[in-house]
Nanobody
């Protein structure tokens, strides 16, 4: 079994910063891509940022130059540093990871979600 636990959300004012963390645990052989998605009320889940095991990153257009994704492969953890937050960044943020388990099964795993609220 593989588990993702994300944390770090909260309430912040416009222009503030937050750092999200997501740790993977369980029967892990290898973790490929990791990423963050978000879903605001009434909207579809969208990609915020992703990072390959080699460190190549990709960002959604709305967060470029404000958010930074990183990972610590030794800790099976992915981070999302969010700066210059805007009210439109308010959403539930979910981490995602493509994981090869010890049973040689590849699956997309999701965290439980962490709420980010940006107040104006």
């Amino acid at each position: 079994q593989v588990q993702l636990v994300d944390s770090g959300g909260g309430l912040v004012q416009v222009g503030g910063s937050l750092r999200l963390s997501c740790a993977a645990s369980g029967s892990i052989l290898r973790i490929d891509d990791m990423g963050w998605y978000r879903q605001a009320p009434g909207k579809q889940r969208e990609l915020v940022a992703s990072i390959t095991s080699g460190g190549t990153t990709r960002y959604g257009d709305s967060v470029k130059d404000r958010f930074t994704i990183s990972r610590d492969n030794a800790k099976n953890t992915v981070y999302l540093q969010m700066n210059s937050l805007k009210p439109e960044d308010t959403a539930v943020y979910y981490c995602n990871a493509r994981i090869l388990s010890l049973s040689w099964r590849i699956s997309d795993s999701w965290g439980q979600g962490t709420q980010v609220t940006v107040s104006s």
